[in-house]
């Protein structure tokens, strides 16, 4: 047994891997008791038995195997790793313990099974069991079966899903095994007690006994709901409640809420698999239902109905087969087939369900007409038919087509409608059955209760008697309220008997919502309808709750029964109907009314009354008055009191004191008696009379207010107005509007008659007294303001005049609001608070529409048109388009009936001819105008293929497809939409376009919904597969619309969504819900019209509509924090809805603020120097890592939470950067406040941001460094110091951010380098910057150098660590990296050392390699530091650094002291250098005007009084002229560092020293010139002229002018004084345009002026007769090249386009200046091929389209010299060859192209070159620019000379093909012409060498402007930073590498040998080495790159021995006679003095 104890010594794990089967027994019988010993269940254990858990299920050994299936289950039951397993342990149990003969062994394999269900693996166990289903092996099915069964049984239906289930039943009874046919019974049976009948349609198949016997099992199933005994981990609260039930005893009732939960109703339907059936209609289907026999045509029928008796269809296109069977129905004379065909709708309608809505409303009026039958059987099929139709759409969708039907002259089909009503209403809620519904079919209806015929009657009664049930009494009583009692007690009768399909919830939703206000046709209430109501108060609370409220807002009279019938006629206005109590009198007689009136008045009152004698009246006023103010309301005989007023003298009274009081009186008796409109009528009358009275009008107009508050509003202006335009007094009239429009605005606009008020206002419109219509305009301003722009509609045929006025009044009112209303709230709705209101606001517009005239164009959509759009021709469509389109425009609104359009438009949304689709879509979107709100029933049939159409390849097409649908929703709503599964469809296409457009569709408009069907969540599945769509602009659209689809559905239904997807794309998707979840807008709140509604005493709660206080709680589920506040106030006043709503909308994720008032950084006592501590001991980790692991962030988490605030915690480690950005804001808010609490946490916060600086999220980083700054300013002034532990863990990581890409970023992260030398020693900075420098970034290398040069120049060599020498060395290792920038920061760096520390640099370097030594030798004397003036430096620069830290100190804390600071101190350093350096020459100097000497003291704190000097400029003696050129000064850090980041007010500093540059004093003018110069010389300042540079550019172009205008002209000006000026303009340009991002900045017109300015230069002849004049026409040619390089290429072309047209217009100009603008094309031209794709072509071409039209071809042929035709041909061509026909595409800035010479032009370009190379793209011909071009292949060359040769041979063109083979021969000096020149006559080859011989020497005689193919893209290649720089050199100071300078040093060596000056103790080196000085810094490369060039340059060379004007050449030819003849200096000076000659002959 040694074997034995081998294996016992094992560990559990692996004895239950081991080969021994007793090893493997006794591991898994550990492993048991050790699964059951583990509390925890998160612990590490578990994880190591992960991947064996299936191999203890699925052990070989039969014993073993029982032992490991316990353990299995213990480890499932407790390990919270298990759920891993799932999917391969369920499946081992299946195949390998189901099979099993042990019962032990199934039953534990049963056990684990469930386990995996219970901790939420449902699905994956149910998977892998339908699978075993599949298995061969019978025992592992029944297995499976029973698992599922008893899964089931236990779990219920909810969690195990039955459709996949039910799917496999039929498969398993069919088994041969009678176990598993047993076993699929009970099966069955537990199924049938979860879903009942809907099990039924799927096993209708099954064998018939197998049926029988279900069905008898299926009855002794107990009819309690099952419910479920068993829970998943998730549903603890259930379990404990079920435990509880059952200790109480089983459930008595307990659990009644619960059942509703535990059992869902499944739909039978969804059980079941969708059948497609149209593929298997017969193949004649279509043309035997159309045959002559009625039986084929049975045949044809009998076939669909087949077909449709499956229970459930696929979705598809059944628009032709219900339109067959329409036809059928309505057409077919035989009434079997009718029959038959309603058969087979209804079967569709079933098996099609809400798919079939689409079609529902063509079918139905014909249903509905086909009534007329009289056969039972026919009746039955139709009844069938319609019915299941109703239940694919809905009443909304069919009531206009049932409507139109009920007015049918025939009986029967008159009784029918109303049964399909009837049995319709059972089907709707009271929310699907809202008023405006109500209103139209009880109106039909109770016409039907009227009918002669008993059976319409009885329809009708049941039709009312089922409305009245489902939607309550309360909202239909006002319909009834002319019904009398018998008839009323019928439907109540009918009411009883109902049986509704949803139940009845009484009290429900029913007064919750209230429907629209209906507009004046409602009659008043009876009696006994009043009578009613106030039983119904008492007998049903549940739904009068109303009438007992109404009280404490209102007077009490309000619960007085009423009594008669108002005598208005106009009635109950609006939609309070029942609410507002309307108190009804009748009227009483004279007699009854003085009896009355004696009993409340003072006997002499009555008899005074009508007295002769004026004053008696008066006085019976004043008596009547004080009655009446003593009166109490429930004792006030109102009526009887006004008709005592009425009383003769009456309204006729002559005395207006008498008048005035008794208007006055009524007033009173209305505001403070029970005012019926019976009394009203007695009054109105007369008031009306006396409104225009200029007296008594205003006292008349308060008696109708008071009227209208008594009434309501809309009773009393009907009245109003209709006796104001009954009579003729114009006055009246006017004053009745004007007071209608004041009191509309006091009482607000709710149920106004505005149809009578329009036909009022059209007749006031037209009266002939302007006053009246002045009034009735200002009267339509009023209602525009509540009804909007539908109210135009109405007015749209008055007369332009008058049209004009109303638009001028509406144009007034708009973005005005409508006023709160202020009256007539307190009485009528004080208790009826927040009723139904939140349909109002829309309604009013709705009703505007819903009043408008509608044409019915129905009979227009004739069959001939219908055809005509569905015309093969599409110019045929196009006419059907246009008819429709002015059928409509005619029409303007039209009813919903359009008839067959609707399909005919359909087919066309996918024409294939685009422009159709778009004239359809705009038909579309005038439809939905016309039909307003009746649309809707058009969504689902044409609304969803208009959807489709978003997914067009066209950006118009859909651009018109999203205008129509929002046209559509905007009249529909959203809610048509999103019903059904249509969107969800259309989401499911995998259509880039059609995904993005919808999705932001959705996005756009689902925030603005308050509720949406349920159908949304169908689209969510599409939704994430559009997040991981591969577009990117889907994946947006997706992410941005998943906030709004929380916000409706809720994150834990989008959530449970997920389930369905794959474990990685879930993961993905969960990520987002949660990010969505914190962005999740709130709903929006109901119309705020709540507040105003609420002033008359707060409404009960219970009114305010569900969704509010839905709204409320949910934003307060939504927050983490419910508030107190929120929540109360949803559940007391209806104020919560007004105010509150408004907060949560536009807040919704903000937590109360009140938890945030307190610190946010708590300060612990000593906290940081115990975490110090901590850190020292390594009881925590270390702050060190190169990316942050989490353990990291716990830590630091865990560290803050005792310190920082919780909420700001929560803000700080939120997964999402933005909620990081609000942490920051915070901060920084907070910074001053808390400055002791920052200190004590500043360890903790300076940790947390070094995490953000590994955040990528920009916005975070940028407010990271915002951040610091602060921080270390306030450190700085509260004098900290930085501790070690601080330092070490942020230093390293904020240097790490010095090498980021952006350079904003590199910015503040130097500027917070140099703020912490504040705060931390420098020198201990310096060790962290010199750690930063071994990265692999070169960025941040680059960066970390220059800062360590920044050390040392602001604090000496001290800060070198650890001694100078070795970091010296450290810093000169990366002289030789491989890096450009990497390289010149070392030298800088290094030569900024030097210039501290002198020669003693090069003993500290030690030993460097030859090339790294040169590099930096040469840097140092370029820099021109002789070390003789070290010493100076230091002297002076000792002072200012010991006062460094305290000065920095203080200029930081001085605030707007810095705004000068940096750039001006680097314009002046280089003059207090240069004094330095010139100090023996002072006596000339200038001074500094005043202003700047201040501002430099103050900058450079110095405290003597410093003369601010200028260089000694103007000295005539030469030597000191040039002597800055030999030492050039260093590149020097122009101000100590911390001054970098204090930009803020650069910008006006440049604006001024640019103003300088113009100046009219030459000193001034060069002294900016030369600071703007400093600024761009250096890298890093450069930018600050970013957005100057057109202002700088014109500057210099004034200068320029006036030099030529004023100063060459004086001779009292010193010529050199100018030289001077120019070498300072040119050189600034020319470092101006070496910085390519700048130079793009010029604009086309700067440019122009500027090379404008530079010709004339040029060709300024009196520059030339100076001495140094050509120097400077060189360095201008230089310049010109410069900018025609590097600027913006479409801008300068631009502007020399336009130069060159203005030269040859200008008759002044010489025709030399055009002939230099022209070869500055051509160098353009020769630019292009690389330049071509960053030119903005369509502006080029606009601008040669002008020039062509100034300049038409004859014109330009009769220029002197051809050159301008020929610059634009070789323009255009190039541009032709080099774009192709694409060229024609940028024709688009062009109006009209047709007339363009251009167009024209390029085509036969085009044309020509087509022809001529068979459309070879062959670029080369132009390639004289391309400089790394390979030689042309043999074919091309020959290709290309035949052309050439084709163009010489040719009269016109002979000089241009001259011209191009000269330069051919240029370009390509190996090509050989001699084949094409061999076939021609000798006369030809002669003329062809004389007329090159010709060129060459006409080229080489002008100086021109061209390209060298030579040197000057290498010269920028080694351009260094470090550029020389002195005034006096800047001719051609382009950083010192130009040969410019060294020319000029040349001329300068030959002056001082003729003044006797010896050359030699300079040691310069001869002039060879001279002249290529600029290849010095990168010896090897350049020379190299010069070697190449010279290939190119050898054909060349002769013709660049002249020196000609084009300074580029000149380099050539400097560097090619360098590099060909290094002879000595005398020959070379010969050499030069030679050209001069040569040039100063030709140029004269």
Known sequence: ????????????????????????????????????????????????????????????????????????????????????????????????????????????????????????????VQEELLKGLDNKNPKIIVACIETLRKALSEFGSKIISLKPIIKVLPKLFESREKAVRDEAKLLAVEIYRWIRDALRPPLQNINSVQLKELEEEWVKVSSVAPKQTRFLRSQQELKAKFEQQQAVGGDADGGGDDEEEAVPQVDAYELLEAVEILSKLPKDFYEKIEAKKWQERKEALEAVELLVKNPKLESGDYADLVKVLKKVVGKDTNVMLVALAAKCLAGLATGLRKKFGQYAGHVVPTILEKFKEKKPQVVQALQEAIDAIFLTTTLQNISEDVLAVMDNKNPTIKQQTSLFIARSFRHCTPSTLPKSLLKPFCAALLKHINDSAPEVRDAGFEALGTALKVAGEKAVNPFLADVDKLKLDRIKECAEKVELVYGKKTGGPAEKKEGKPITGKTPALSGAGGDKETKDAATKPG???????????????????????????????????????????????????????????????????????????????????????????????????????AKKPGWKETNFQVMQMKLHIVALIAQKGNFSKTSAQVVLDGLVDKVG?????????????????????????????????????????????????????????????????????????????PAVRTSAITLLGVMYLYMGPPLRMFFEDEKPALLSQIDAEFEKMQGQTAPTPTRGISRHSGGGGDDGEEEEQEDVGNDVVDLLPRTDIGDKI??????????????????????????????????????????????????????LVQQTLSILQQLATAMGPNIKQHVKNLGIPVITVLGDSKNNVRAAALATVNAWAEQTGMKEWLEGEDLAEELKKENPFLRQELLGWLAEKLPTLRSVPSDLLLCVPHLYSCLEDRNGDVRKKAQDALPFFMMHLGFEKMAKATSKLKPTSKDQVLAML????????????????????????????????????????????????????????????SKAKGVQGKKVLSKPNLKEDDDKSGPIFIIVPNGKEQRMKDEKGLKVLKWNFTTPRDEYIEQLKTQMSSCVAKWLQDEMFHADFQHHNKALAVMIEHLESEKDGVISCLDLILKWLTLRFFDTNTSVLMKALEYLKLLFNLLSQEEYHLTENEASSFIPYLILKVGEPKDVIRKDVRAILNRMCLIYPASKMFTFIMEGTKSKNSKQRAECLEELGCLVESYGMNVCQPTPGKALKEMATHIGDRDNTVRNAALNTIVTVYNVHGDQVFKLIGNLSEKDMSMLEERIKRSAKRPSAAPVRQAEEKPQRTQNISANASMLRKGPAEDMSSKLKIMYRTYRIQNRNMSSHSETTHTVPREFQLDLDEIENDNGTVRCEMPALVQHKLDDIFEPVLIPEPKIRAVSPHFDDMHSNTASTINFVISQVASGDINTSIQALAQIDEVLRQEDK???????????????????????????????????????????????????????????????????????????????????????????????????????????????????????QDSLLATASSPKFSELVMKC???????????????????????????????????????????????????????????????????????????????????????????????????????????????????????????????????????????????????????????????????????????????????EGKGRIAASTGISPQMEGTCVPASTHTVSSSIGNTNGEEVGPSVYLERLKILRQRCGLDNAKEDRPPLTSLLSKPALPTVASSTDMLHSKLSQLRESREQYQHLDLDSNQTHSSGIGTTLASPSSAAANIDDLKKRLERIKSSRK
């Open 1 to 124: 047994m040694g074997d034995d104890s081998e294996w016992m010594k094992l560990p559990i794990d692996q004895k239950c891997e081991h080969k021994l089967w007793k090893a493997r027994l006794n591991g898994y019988e550990e492993a048991l008791k050790l699964f059951q010993k583990i509390d925890d269940e998160k612990s590490p254990e578990w994880s190591k038995y992960l991947g064996l858990i299936k191999k203890f299920v699925t052990d070989s050994n039969a014993v073993a195997q029982l032992k490991g299936l316990e353990a299995a289950l213990a480890y499932v039951e407790n390990a919270h790793v298990a759920g891993k397993t799932t999917g391969e342990v369920a499946s081992g149990v299946v195949n390998k313990v189901f099979n099993q003969p042990k019962a032990r062994a199934k039953e534990l394999g049963l056990d684990i099974c469930l386990m995996y269900i219970e901790i939420e693996k449902g699905e994956a």
């Open 1582 to 1700: 450069a930018e600050a002229m970013s957005g100057h540079i057109d202002q700088f550019l014109i500057a210099t172009f004034m200068q320029l002018r006036l030099i030529y205008n004023t100063h060459m002209a004086d001779e009292k000006l010193d010529k050199d004084e100018i030289v001077k000026l120019y070498s300072c303009i040119i050189g600034s340009m020319i470092s101006l345009f070496q910085i390519e991002s700048l130079a793009r900045e010029a604009s086309t017109g700067v440019l122009k002026d500027l090379m404008h300015g530079l010709i004339t230069l040029m060709l300024d002849s009196r520059v030339e007769d100076i001495e140094e004049g050509e120097q400077v026409i060189r360095s201008v040619n230089l310049l010109v090249v410069k900018v025609l390089e590097k600027s913006d290429q479409t801008n300068i072309l631009s502007a020399l386009l336009v130069l060159l």
């Open 543 to 645: 739904l009068l709750k109303k009438a007992p409220a109404v009280k404490s807002g209102g007077p009490p009279k309000k619960g007085k029964p009423a009594a008669a019938a108002g005598v208005g006629g106009a009635g109950a206005k609006g939609k309070k109907g029942p609410e507002t109590k309307e108190i009804f009198e009748s009227e009483l007689s004279i007699e009854v009314c003085e009896e009355k009136a004696a009993a409340v008045l003072p006997a002499s009152c009555i008899q005074q009354l009508d007295s002769g004698n004026w004053k008696e009246r008066l006085a019976c006023m004043e008596e009547f008055q004080k009655a009446v103010e003593l009166m109490e309301r429930s004792e006030m005989p109102c009526q009887a009191l006004v008709r005592m007023l």
């Open 862 to 915: 004739t069959a001939e048109l219908v055809s005509k759009i569905g015309d093969k021709n599409w110019k045929i469509r196009k006419e059907g388009l246009d008819e429709v389109t002015s059928i409509i425009n005619d029409a303007k609104f039209i009813q919903p009936n359009i008839g067959e359009l609707p399909a005919a438009l359909k087919s066309r949304l996918n024409d294939s001819n685009k422009i």
């Open 1721 to 1899: 094309l051509w160098r353009m031209v020769r630019l292009l091929p690389e330049t071509i794709n960053s030119i903005n072509l369509d502006r080029i071409l606009l601008d040669i389209h002008i020039f062509m039209k100034v300049f038409p071809k004859e014109k330009l042929k009769q220029c002197k010299s051809e050159f301008p035709i020929r610059t634009l041909k070789t323009l255009l061509h190039t541009l032709c060859k080099l774009k192709g026909p694409k060229i024609l595409d940028h024709l688009t800035m062009i109006d009209n192209k047709n007339e363009s010479e251009l167009e024209a032009h390029l085509c036969r370009v085009m044309k020509h070159s087509m022809d001529q190379t068979g459309s070879k793209a062959d670029k080369d011909t132009e390639k004289g620019a391309s400089r790394t071009e390979e030689k042309a292949s043999k074919a091309k060359v020959n290709d290309i000379l035949a052309e050439i040769f084709k163009k010489i041979g040719s009269k016109e063109n002979t000089k241009e093909g001259l011209a191009e083979l000269y330069e051919y021969k240029k370009k390509y000096s190996d090509a050989d012409i001699e084949p094409f020149l061999k076939n021609s006559s000798q006369f030809f080859q002669s003329y062809v060498e004389r007329g090159l011989r010709l060129i060459e020497t006409e080229r």
């Open 693 to 769: 009275d200029v007296k008594c009008g205003s006292n008349a107009k308060e008696a109708m207010t008071a009227i209208a508050e008594a009434c309501q509003l809309p009773w009393t202006a009907e009245q109003v107005v209709a006796m104001a335009f009954s009579q003729k007094n114009p006055k009246n009239q006017s004053e009745t509007l004007n007071w209608l429009s004041n009191a509309i605005k006091e009482f607000g606009f709710s149920g106004l008659n505005v149809k009578a008020f329009i036909s009022n206002v059209k007749t006031a419109l037209a009266a002939t007294n």
């Open 1074 to 1133: 949660e990010k969505a979840k914190a962005n999740m807008p709130a709903k929006p709140a109901p119309p705020a019209k709540a507040s105003s509604r609420v002033v008359g005493g707060a409404a009960p709660a219970k009114y305010q509509p569900a969704s509010a206080l839905a709204e409320d709680s949910g934003s307060n589920t939504m927050e983490s924090k419910p508030d107190p506040k929120k929540a109360k106030a949803g559940g007391t006043s």
